[in-house]
């Protein structure tokens, strides 16, 4: 796998708390990314990043938010966690915006 | 807007035989395609990916997959399934004229390869 780090693995947290995913990689590859997968739905967008302190909105952005300010780590940030939250979170990252994508071991969120 | 279409849910194929994994998409401007898989509770791994030349492009553990512009499909294909094979596949595409966009995945496919 590729030099990335998704932190903490597995989370169980109550409605309303704030809650915060760490990606980082050892790579030093320019993009990094956040996706959350849920069965139907596949792999969906939520932020990336083209740089450190550039961040862009996926798909299903409302409710999270993001930041870089470094260039090895990407955090992810629920302000306050709803149950329609629940769901696996992967980071990915890649070189520039031609090559392929790789993807962390991802975090199981459960919000209770 | 870029998207992807995985039209079937499940594939099934007995070991030994062909598989074949649909894929379209669709882009404003050239596209970036890739196709990833998945196994139980692990992260996506990388198959192979077009960006340009040859059509017919090979990936890793025997895949490959064939780009076609008019149809605006990219399916995957091996051609003796094995049943490592099961697991969830996602096609991905990214439009190559807006620098920055990212990667976008379809819903993904379950391969079941019997025995």
């Known amino acids: 796998d590729a030099g990335i780090t998704q932190s903490p693995r597995h989370k169980v947290t109550e409605t309303g708390t704030p809650v915060t995913l760490r990606c980082h990689q050892t790579?030093?590859?320019?993009?990094m990314y956040w996706y959350r997968q849920d069965p139907g739905h596949g792999l969906r967008l939520i932020h990336y990043s083209y740089g450190v302190k550039d961040t862009d909105k996926g798909e299903v952005s409302d409710g999270y938010s993001v930041s870089r300010s470094k260039t090895e780590d990407f955090l992810l940030t629920l302000e306050s966690a709803t149950s329609s939250q629940t769901s696996v979170y992967f980071c990915?990252?890649?070189?520039?915006?031609?090559?392929?994508?790789?993807f962390g071991q991802g975090t199981r969120l459960t919000v209770v | 807007a870029q998207s992807v279409a995985q039209p079937e849910d499940q594939v099934n194929v007995a070991e030994g035989n062909p598989l074949t994994v649909k894929c379209t998409y669709s882009?404003?401007?050239?596209?970036?395609l890739f196709w990833y898989v998945q196994y139980p509770n692990r992260g996506l791994q990388f198959l192979l990916k077009y960006i340009t030349g040859d059509n017919l492009v090979k990936g890793s553990y025997g895949f490959e997959a064939e780009f076609n512009k008019s149809q605006t499909s990219f399916h995957l294909k091996k051609p003796s399934a094995l049943v490592s094979d099961s697991a969830l596949y996602f096609c991905?595409?990214?439009?190559?004229?807006?620098?920055?966009?990212?990667?976008?995945f379809g819903k993904g496919t379950t391969l079941s390869v019997s025995s």
């Open positions: 882009v404003s401007g050239n596209p970036y």
């Open positions: 790579e030093n590859h320019r993009y």
């Open positions: 990915a990252i890649s070189e520039i915006f031609s090559t392929e994508a790789f």
């Open positions: 991905a595409v990214r439009d190559a004229n807006q620098a920055g966009t990212a990667l976008i």
